[in-house]
């Protein structure tokens, strides 16, 4: 039976897999963006079959993320399952290791992850909850969360600690939610070889960063979205409020 499925930060990497592996199995999906247009157009062409939406807003704006979900339930025809991608990934425009960063960066910085990485999806999580609430309709809802919530992030400690609270946030929803039928797990990522990362991948760090695991290379953002998947599916249900490691063993706890 086919879903309405409304994935956040849909525009390329692992958002892009896991729209196009609900896409695949027949599911009708809202592709969100933030500011790149563009390329959220293009996972929307890639998508299979038809019924597919694209959904634009900055999820820092509580306004937006209201406004997403419900462009999403209008062009869906309701939302069964959300998947919680969207965030402000690390990278070199936003390391704040703590006594080499101005106060003013350090305090920007946590304020713009924390606004999208995790009071974004919580106000996204409210929107869906309370449609599938209203519809009387089970549901599922995914996070993805990362590594970093676990391991420390001492370049990055705003994504790891809203990482963390994503996690905590979604366990706690998994026992509000499992009265109405909702569910809601996570998956913890380690390092995932998106599109945005092939420089680094192929750079000097390259070498270092798949020995991380020992299988001896990073993940693919076809596994995340594979995980994904199940935990969505209602073979999955009794996984609610567990949070997945996928990382290849490079992190273990």
Do not use: C
Request: hydrophobic share 45%.
């Amino acid at each position: 039976m086919s879903r309405g499925v409304l994935v956040t930060g849909a525009s390329r990497g692992i958002g892009r897999a896991i729209a196009q592996a609900y896409a695949a199995r027949g599911d009708r999906v809202a592709v969100h963006f933030a500011s790149a247009r563009p390329a959220a157009e293009e996972t929307l062409r890639g998508l299979a079959g038809d019924g597919h939406v694209l959904v634009g807003g900055d999820l820092a704006d509580p306004d937006a993320a209201r406004e997403v979900v419900a462009a999403a339930i209008a062009g869906l025809g309701g939302v069964d399952v959300l998947v919680n991608n969207a965030a402000v990934a690390p990278g070199p425009d936003n390391v704040h290791r703590i006594g080499e960063v101005s106060y003013d960066d350090w305090q920007r910085t946590w304020r713009r992850m924390v606004d999208v990485d995790l009071l974004g999806a919580a106000n996204v999580t409210y929107g869906v909850a309370t449609h599938l609430i209203e519809r009387g309709a089970t549901g599922a809802i995914v996070n993805v969360g990362s590594r970093g919530a676990y391991r420390g992030e001492p370049d990055y400690p705003a994504y790891g600690a809203s990482k963390a609270a994503l996690h905590a946030f979604g366990q706690s929803m998994a026992v509000a939610l499992a009265p109405h039928g909702i569910t809601v797990a996570s998956v913890a990522p380690g390092f995932v070889g998106t599109e945005r990362q092939q420089a680094r991948l192929a750079g000097p760090e390259g070498a270092a960063v798949t020995a991380q695991s020992p299988f001896g290379r990073v993940g693919t953002p076809q596994e995340v979205a594979a995980a994904v998947l199940h935990l969505s599916s209602p073979e999955a249900a009794w996984s609610s409020g567990a949070v997945l490691d996928l990382n290849g063993a490079s992190y273990l706890r």
